[in-house]
Structures are given as C-alpha cells and as structure tokens.
C-alpha cells in the first residue's frame, strides 16, 4: 500500500499541524502489512508526535520537507522511552518525547532525498556567541526536558535509513536503543553548531549497525556510541562498522563512550574524514563499561579549538579513562558515575592528523588503558586558534583541565602503548607553544619504533 499524505488531506502549509493525517496514514500502511508513506515534494508539511510502524516505509521526496512543531505540547507525553526499562526510567535523564518514534518498528524505513527539520530555531532561548541557550532550565536534571528527539527507534530490527537529511535537530538527531540489524547509509545531518546536545547518531546498546556513505554537520558529537544505564536489558554495543564517512563537530566526530555503563566492543571506523573539528576520534571510558576491539583506519583528521565551552580542545585522536564523577564526593543519585571505566586493544593506522592539540592518551591511574598502538600515524601540530593550550580531560569528576601545553603523543598512566612508524612535525611559526613530540608520565611497558620528530619551515 501507498499513501501519499497530500492526497488525505495533509496543509503543506508550514503552520497545520498535520500530525493526526500523517499518524493515520501510517496507521492504515501498518494494518495492511507494509507499505509506503509518502511526504511529498513542495511546501512544508508541519507535525508534531509521529510513531512509526513496522514494515512502514515514511518515504521523503526531493524537495519535501518535514517539519517539527516548536509547541512542546504537540509532542506525544507517553514517549516509548518508558518502554526500555518497563516505566522505570528516571524522568528526568533524557527528554520524555519525539517527533518521529518507533517501538518494535521491525523492517521499518525513512528514504528519500528530502528533508526532516527539526526546528531547532523554535527551540533556542537566546542565541549566544559560542553556545546558544535553549527553552527550559539551565543545568540540573531538567535541562532536556523541553526538547524532542528528532528521530528514536526502539527495540526495532532490520532498520533501514538513507538518503534523507535531518536538519536543525533540537537535540539528538538520531538516538537507536536496542536495535539489530540497523543500515543507516547516504544520509545527511546538519545541525546548528551552536546548540547544545545537538548530536548527529547515537547507538546506544545496538548491535551489527552500519553507517556509511554519509555527512555529518554537528554542534556535539557527530556519532556517539553508548551503553547508558537505563537501557542494560538491551545488552552491550557490538559490532558496529562506520565507513566512507565526512565529519565536522563542534564537538567529537565520534565518540565511544562517555555514557558506557555496559560495554562496547568490535567496532571499524574506515576511510572517513575529519575536518575542522573540536575533537575527532574519541575513546571515552566512564561508568565502569569496557571499550575493547576497535580499529581506526585509512582516514585523515583536522581538529581545531571552537571554544572553551565546549568538551574537548582540538585533540584529533583522545584515549581517556576515568570515573565521570569524584567518588570521594558522590553524585546526584547516578552511582554508576563514580566508577571507572576501561580500555583495550585499540588500533589507530593510517591516520594524517593537522591538529592544535596532539594525540591524548590520559587514565586515572594504569591498568585502566591496556594495549593502545598507534601505526603509521603522521601528527602536524599547528596553532589556529585563539584559545590558549590546555589538556581537557572533560566528562571527569577529579581532574577536568590541566593548563599546559599541548604535546604529540600525550601518554600519561597507559599501560602497553605502542608507536610504530608515527612522525611528529611542528610548524615553526608556532614550536614555542608546544612541548615536546612525546610526553610520557607513569605509563607501563611504553615503546616507540621508528618515531620521527621534526619542525617545518613556514
């Protein structure tokens, strides 16, 4: 069966809510066994809470666009986040609504060349010079509460999403919870770079996930994979390949961890490009979750510092473990922040960095960061930007910013971390700044093979 939504009566308009003709539609797609709704080229069809369904095509024309309302109240209360953990979720952790769910969505589809607006503008408080202030509290447990996902599946297999583009989320873009089988290939994110939480895709406790053939433009990070707390029943991350991939971040380009309660394993990142980036490949091991088997490869990475209020400060490679929150000063009810997290078998090869801020490689203490090789990895340290050097260690309850300068390899308390082949070169109009080509502080069983240190001329 296939609907297209013009057809039924939905306003391209800008200003109709067109949400009950659209939910019908999909509705009617649904109960006949599957098929295709489409939202058609020209005008833009406004909606608020949409759910979609299994076997449900929601197919994007070249030219249409997709709008989310920017009344809070046209967003379903009853989200499905109160399925994953069966209504026991804390309120407060992630915003209760969407503007396109789906729950057990199995075989479900968004395609087409057109557009899905998230309406970020409707959302934003005050705008700011490095980061804008959006509607509701500032900090504290609410501070998600009056923005909608754009787009989170739940629970849902065999997920195919391509070719569309999401633009000016309010907040995640794209989040996955306990899905299998997902393809997300050919899409397009672009986001405000100045709003916050803006992330492009986070996995969250997924498994065989493929993310290909895309571009991301994110305030936040551009792909986060994740194990969070409330989601455990899902299992870990696994098996996760993202490839022929371009990234520009406000933030990270993709990140691994930081919410890593569980653990997060066998994952190739191939063949992307970073560029003028915040941070660009991010290893984060917090909450107790383990990070292991993962292999970075083939790609070329550009990071620079955006601002100070924003995590990270131009690393282009960060390997970091440690407890989100001081143990010694607990935490607001999230026991899991105290403890820290770990990090094994990780790869890096074949990676051109142009970077403010070097390669990181920082845990609490050894034993946390096990077996770490960077291979045939060529670092260019350059200044380009304002801001003056500091090592940020950010989400970390004990230690968030150590001010010094910037150095190569950073290899601080890691334990079996190898250079193999990796050249350092610093620009000579800006050598003063930095320190040296490798630091090394409290590390076990650290080696170098044919490391090459040199400054170039300007």
């Known amino acids: 069966m296939k609907i297209r939504i013009d057809e039924v009566g939905a306003k391209n308009d800008g200003t109709t809510n067109n949400a009950s003709i659209i939910q019908s539609a999909i509705d009617k797609v649904a109960a006949s066994g599957g098929g295709q709704v489409v939202i058609p080229s020209g005008g833009i069809y406004l909606s608020g809470s949409l759910a979609l369904k299994a076997h449900v095509d929601l197919h994007l024309e070249i030219g249409a666009t997709l709008r989310a309302s920017s ?16 209504g026991e979720v804390d309120e407060f952790v992630l915003p209760q609504r969407a503007f396109i769910s789906g729950f057990r969505a199995h075989s479900a589809r968004i395609s087409g060349d057109g557009t899905i607006d998230g309406n970020a503008d409707g959302f934003i408080a005050e705008r700011g010079q490095y980061i804008h202030k959006m509607r509701g509290p500032i900090g504290g447990k609410d501070q998600y509460l009056e923005r909608p996902f754009t787009v989170f599946l739940i629970e849902s297999e065999n997920l195919i999403l ?11 873009a794209l989040r996955t919870t306990g899905c299998n089988h997902l393809l997300i290939d050919g899409i397009r994110i672009l986001t405000d ?4 939480n803006a992330d492009g895709v986070d996995i969250d406790r997924c498994q065989d996930v493929r993310i290909v053939n895309s571009e991301f433009v994110t305030a936040d990070d551009c792909i986060s994979l994740k194990s969070c707390s409330q989601t455990a029943q899902y299992g870990d991350v696994a098996d996760i390949v993202i490839a022929n991939c371009i990234f520009t971040s406000t933030s990270g380009a993709i990140t691994l961890g930081t919410e890593s309660v569980g653990d997060i394993k066998n994952v190739l990142v191939n063949n992307c490009i970073v560029k003028n980036s915040h941070r660009g490949f991010a290893v984060r091991a917090r909450e107790g979750g383990t990070i292991s088997n993962v292999r970075f490869s083939n790609s070329i990475v550009q990071t620079r510092t955006f601002s100070d209020m924003w995590w990270g400060h131009g690393e282009a490679l960060h390997v970091t473990a440690f407890s989100w929150d001081d143990p010694a000063k607990g935490t607001d009810g999230n026991i899991e922040r105290t403890y820290e997290g770990y990090v094994k078998d990780i790869v890096f090869e074949n990676i051109t960095c142009t970077t403010e801020a070097g390669i990181l490689n920082y845990a609490a203490h050894p034993g946390l960061i096990q077996g770490v090789v960077y291979r045939n990895v060529d670092v260019f340290l350059e200044k380009s930007s304002k801001w003056d050097s ?30 193999d082949n990796c050249r350092v070169i610093f620009d000579s109009t800006s050598r003063e700044q930095y320190g040296a080509a490798i630091y090394q502080e409290g590390s076990i069983n650290f080696s170098s093979i044919d490391f090459t240190e040199r400054v170039k001329e300007s």
């Open 390 to 419: 500091r090592i940020d260690l950010r989400p970390n309850g004990i230690v968030s910013v150590l001010h010094r300068k910037h150095n190569g390899f950073e290899v601080v308390n890691t334990t079996d971390l190898t250079l």
């Open 193 to 196: 770079l100045m709003v916050p």
């Open 71 to 86: 009344d809070y109240d046209d967003y379903t209360p009853e989200h499905n986040i109160k399925n994953l953990t069966n």
């Open 162 to 172: 391509r070719d569309f583009t999401i633009k000016d989320p309010a907040f995640w």
